[in-house]
């Protein structure tokens, strides 16, 4: 397990790294029932976590269908005009993030210096790859500019 573990963090440090990011919002954009678009992140690592946090190749059966979930599906398919189901869930994982930005910091903001369990998704579409953060039982928002600042499980 802690080698998919080193796999999933140095290939997640990889694609953030290698791929420019552009957005006219650099932070997050909370989920509300008129989104606005904005252009996808960049790519990040495709494996899943299972939610007892060990590595899966399955997503959990009734992921879709959660609320914050289908809230940030339906945020996509907004951002790229497209049906929900076009809309790919490539992964999910619970996380630990390191302070209060939930890993998507914005400049000129303070956070709490503090760990937030929480939950990293990822959803595709056929033009990109949008990251979503939430704290544990919290409402996901788009991430923009995320950062390499979470540890799985």
């Not at 494996?47 to 809230?71: E, I, N, Q, Y």
């Not at 210096?113 to 409402?139: C, M, N």
């Amino acid at each position: 397990m802690r080698t998919d573990l080193v796999a999933l963090a140095g290939l997640s440090l990889l694609l953030l790294a290698g791929c420019g990011l552009s957005s006219d919002d650099p932070g997050t954009a909370s989920l509300s029932a008129t989104p606005s678009a904005t252009s996808p992140t960049s790519p990040a690592p495709t494996a899943s976590a299972s939610p007892s946090g060990g590595t899966d190749a399955t997503l959990p059966d009734d992921l879709r269908t959660r609320p914050a979930v289908a809230a940030a599906i339906a945020d996509t398919a907004e951002r790229q005009k497209v049906d929900p189901a076009q809309v790919v869930i490539a992964a999910w994982s619970p996380v630990t993030w390191n302070n209060g930005s939930l890993g998507c910091p914005r400049k000129g903001r303070s956070y709490t210096q503090s760990l937030v369990d929480g939950e990293l998704l990822l959803l595709r579409t056929d033009t990109g790859i949008f990251q979503y953060h939430a704290k544990a039982g919290g409402p996901f928002a788009y991430c923009a500019t995320p950062s390499a600042d979470y540890s799985v499980g």
